[in-house]
């Protein structure tokens, strides 16, 4: 068997990839046996300004789909596997369907409610999902071939780090949040200031508040500094985006899970899928829940230990790249 997968454009940074989906996705198909290769739907490297120009925009996304075409054509491969791959059209898809026997998959990262083009789910064999809700309502329009798939983790980039040297106390919290600045996550951080939680992601620079900005560590992390400062938080702030994440979880919560770190989520209707809600995981539904909780753990390490070793475990055991590969594939199956 081959696997085509279209991905964003693998680059490193400190040893890293910027997004590893792809690199992690390819590493589980191979551990299981089977041959890949990849299209870059999107440059993050050199090439990445002739899609964001506004004079190169146009010709540039012809020619991504173009070339997919020919590629696909010329490999011919058994599963074309695309990664959200947003740029690829819905005709390149159908024209590929004419010409290839390839089974045409997309694992989308986002709600495709919120983010994607609904248009491009239909030319998918199987198109698959992380939010029950978005699977249930497309659905419910006669589309057929949505299924729900959870997100996960690789343990390889997401893994238990611990402070080794002074350089890394950086790294070290009692309440931590990382992601980027979204409307939904400042009006959290205003609310919980008081317990002066660090920060890393894009955009907190911009906050017009003044505390805010003192709480932001000035950068943006990922990889190895990533695990390290989840994994020396006492406590991990995952607050799910109220539009991207209507029932599903996001891959923050495996990432932090991978880490052995300890994490207050909101609670989504998905979550029992893959934790037990208050054994494995913690979640809350109200600020004054998450307060009360932040209050209580913060002063209760053994609970927190507990509950992130479960986590952790049941992480590794259900919910990395190779079991959604193992799924993928036994879908694969059974659609044949």
Known sequence: MHILLVTTEEVKENHRYKDEKGYSFRKAFEVLGIKTSTFFFRRKGKFAFFEKEKLTKKFWLAYINKSLIQRTKEEKPDILLLLKADTILAETLCEIRKITNSIIINVFPDNPLYMGKFESILPCH?????DSYAVD???????KNIHFLPQCTDPDVHTPMRIKDEKHRFFQSEISLIGSMYPYRLELIKQLKDYKPKIWGKGW???????IKKLYMGMDIRGDDKAMAISN?????????PLNDIFGVNRRTYDIAACKG?????????????????????????????REKLNYFINH??????????AYNKTLKYHTYYHRAKEILEYVTNYK
């Open 205 to 211: 620079q911009k906050s017009n508040d003044a505390e």
């Open 126 to 130: 199987l198109f698959f999902a992380k």
């Open 137 to 143: 309502a497309v659905r419910k329009t006669g589309y």
């Open 262 to 290: 300890f994490q207050l989520a909101d609670l989504k209707e998905d979550m029992h899928h893959s934790y037990a809600v208050n054994d494995e995981i913690v979640c809350y539904s109200t600020l004054e829940e998450l």
């Open 301 to 310: 390490s053994d609970e927190r230990e507990i509950i992130a070793e479960k």
């Open 233 to 241: 938080s006492k406590i991990s702030l995952n607050p799910h985006h």
